[in-house]
């Protein structure tokens, strides 16, 4: 008797310990702070609201400054100085891409046996066939491969040079002039219903909204006409509600096919919402692009059976590289020929279990932005070069800090006054903690903490490989290949 007890104990375990749980991460693009209903926004997002409160905000949590860096850091576990991706988004014709001796994220959970799809935009180039999706641990692609294109006719013009991006799998495809989020949506639930369960899933989905051009079919933007004025931020909203919708229809058809209780749901922005297309990051200084923190403090929730300390939030500290060894790690998976991570497991974090293993974040160093005044505080970092360091609840930024101003509150259309700073000016430092708004520059009062933080930046940029950002390449056009983009060399 003893015995069968222990053997059904086992094998009770055993199925737990087995049963990897289903993965799907949700990316959506300049999606701004103040654009989800559980931060104030005047956009409604209920499925989002829902989710978000069943599982655990992250409400301590970074992303990059824009798309191809944030991506980068996502799929590598690694930051930009480690891969070249120091400078900007990969423009269509440019010939770079997140080299391959990075392994990706979906490389190593494909290894732990699971099925693995990506849906929607890729943006870590494409001009080699090495670096498409299907070449990069995913077994299929639905979506496109440039930055951001027109959300019906799946075109777009890069120096003149124009054509068509949609790809099912490596093969190109035109679709029926249907809207980017309907599609990327159907695609995930067919996924989803067509799946053999004996395998784990891993999905990540990056939709193109609510990035520019601000589109979207007219009955998501309709119920805005008499509560947002302003015409982009009104068709932005529509974006955003097609998204909620698109959400909501995913999270359904994980629940009807009885995968819900196992799997860990996650939803993230790539970088601060941007003002003049609709986005908005109230009450955040900055934007879209720069490392204020409306540039950067991303907004993101995980939910899902898998979730322990349901209906949190959390402060720890948390950047996205940090989703590799996170994810993979609940994949039951290893990191066999993995480049050393700058992210770490958050899981326990996450849970609630324990404190962030992380204190410090690079935001980025970008040697080819342009300089900013003059070398100060005699470091071994040049304060004239782009970068901004988090140590704990300091933040520093140096060099051209990208936009400065504060967001308007959307309700009323007013902003608090941006401090009137000299355009030579780069060196900023801000405890995030007390001063989460950035109003306060503690470099003067503070020149200790600025000269450690500056000797932490000296060493991260001895560090750096080189950029990998050459000039745009003729041959890329699409012309050349049928109309598409596509790779080239
Ligand atoms: C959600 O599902 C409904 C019902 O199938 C569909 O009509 C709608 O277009 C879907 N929404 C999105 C954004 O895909
Ligand atoms: C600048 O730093 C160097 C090396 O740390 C030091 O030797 C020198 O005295 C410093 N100069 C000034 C003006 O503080
Ligand atoms: C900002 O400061 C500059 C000089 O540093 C001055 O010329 C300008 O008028 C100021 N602007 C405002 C809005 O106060």
């Not at 070398?375 to 609840?393: C, E, G, H």
Request: overall charge positive; charged content about 25%; hydrophobic content about 30%.
């Amino acid at each position: 008797m003893f015995f069968v007890v222990l053997l059904l104990v086992f094998s009770v375990l055993q199925d737990v310990v087995l049963s990897k749980p289903n993965i799907i991460f949700i990316l959506v693009d300049d999606y701004g702070f103040n654009d989800i209903g559980y931060h104030g926004s005047e956009i409604r997002t209920p499925n989002l609201d829902r989710l978000a409160n069943e599982g655990v905000k992250l409400e301590n949590y970074y992303v990059q400054p824009i798309c191809t860096p944030t991506r980068s850091c996502l799929l590598s576990g690694r930051y930009q100085i480690r891969t070249g991706m120091q400078h900007g988004n990969i423009q269509p014709s440019i010939p770079t891409a997140l080299p391959t001796d990075s392994l990706t994220i979906a490389d190593k959970i494909q290894q732990a046996g699971y099925s693995t799809h990506c849906i929607g935009k890729w943006h870590l180039g494409f001009y080699k066939n090495e670096f498409l999706p299907t070449r990069r641990g995913f077994d299929t692609f639905y979506g496109f491969l440039v930055g951001s294109k027109s959300h019906y006719d799946h075109r777009r013009c890069d120096r003149g040079m124009c054509g068509d991006d949609f790809r099912e799998n490596e093969r190109q495809i035109r679709t029926n002039r249907e809207y980017s989020t309907t599609l990327f949506s159907r695609r995930a639930v067919d996924i989803i219903n067509s799946h053999q369960s004996s395998k784990p899933l891993f999905m990540y989905v990056p939709y193109q909204a609510p990035h520019s051009p601000l589109q979207a079919p007219k009955r998501y933007i309709h119920p805005y006409k008499n509560t947002i004025p302003d015409i982009h931020r009104r068709k932005y909203a529509g974006m955003v509600s097609a998204i909620d919708e698109g959400v909501g229809n995913i999270t359904r058809a994980l629940k009807r096919k009885g995968l819900w209780e196992n799997t860990i749901f996650i939803f993230s922005t790539d970088n601060g919402g941007q003002i003049s297309r609709g986005g908005n990051n109230y009450p955040l200084r900055g934007n879209k692009g720069g490392n204020f923190e409306g540039g950067i403090r991303g907004v993101g929730f995980v939910c899902g059976g898998q979730v322990r300390n349901k209906g949190t939030v959390s402060r720890e500290l948390m950047h996205v590289t940090d989703w590799f060894p996170t994810l993979v790690n609940q994949a039951q998976g290893n990191l066999d020929g993995v480049k050393p991570l700058d992210g770490f497991d958050q899981w326990n974090a996450i849970s609630g279990r324990e404190k962030s293993p992380r204190e410090v974040i690079l935001h980025g160093i970008d040697p080819l932005a342009r300089p900013i005044g003059r070398p100060l505080f005699n470091s071994s970092f040049d304060t004239t070069k782009q970068a901004a360091i988090r140590y704990k609840d300091y933040k520093l930024l140096t060099g051209k800090p990208g936009y400065k101003n504060y967001n308007p509150n959307p309700r009323t259309g007013l902003a608090r006054t941006t401090p009137n700073d000299s355009r030579k000016k780069n060196v900023w430092l801000f405890n995030i903690k007390d001063d989460p708004l950035e109003t306060t520059d503690l470099s003067a009062s503070r020149p200790q903490i600025v000269k450690e933080m500056l000797d932490m930046l000296a060493e991260y940029d001895k560090s750096s490989v080189p950029v990998r950002f050459p000039g745009s390449d003729p041959q890329a056009n699409p012309d050349l290949r049928g109309g598409f983009w596509g790779p080239w060399r």
